[in-house]
């Protein structure tokens, strides 16, 4: 089964941008995509990418996140711009090999994906 390790979280003023990268340990045929959770809150499916190149983007971030996969790095990529401070949060990669990608944000709100990397956390400020 393939790691998942993020990097790029940090802190940026509001309006600015970031861009998060999640390695995998080796190559992944699957749906992966991207949550967020803060404390106190539930978890909120932010983007996906399936093996197709389809995406899936939650509501509060269309027209300002872009997520992205280079299958020949083994990377996932999520480019955030124009951020808010309501998408400050711990920022998780997932990825599983079943499901499509409209059942991955249910599937990954239920904790059921096949695997998770441990977050990187992103601070925005005004």
């Known amino acids: 089964q393939v790691q998942l390790a993020e990097s790029g979280g940090g802190s940026v003023q509001a309006g600015g941008s970031l861009r998060l990268s999640c390695l995998t340990s080796?190559?992944?045929?699957?749906?992966m995509g991207w949550f967020r959770q803060t404390p106190g809150k539930e978890r909120e499916g932010v983007a996906a990418?399936?093996?197709?190149?389809?995406?899936l983007y939650g509501d509060s971030v269309k027209g300002r996140f872009t997520i992205s996969r280079d299958n020949a790095k083994n990377v996932l990529y999520l480019q955030m711009n124009r951020l808010k401070l309501e998408d400050a949060a711990m920022y998780y990669c997932?990825?599983?090999?079943?499901?499509?990608?409209?059942?991955?944000?249910?599937?990954?709100?239920?904790?059921?994906?096949?695997?998770w990397g441990q977050g990187t956390l992103v601070t925005v400020s005004s």
């Open positions: 997932a990825a599983d090999r079943l499901s499509d990608l409209w059942s991955f944000f249910p599937y990954g709100l239920r904790n059921a994906l096949d695997v």
């Open positions: 990418v399936d093996n197709d190149g389809a995406t």
């Open positions: 080796g190559k992944f045929s699957g749906t």
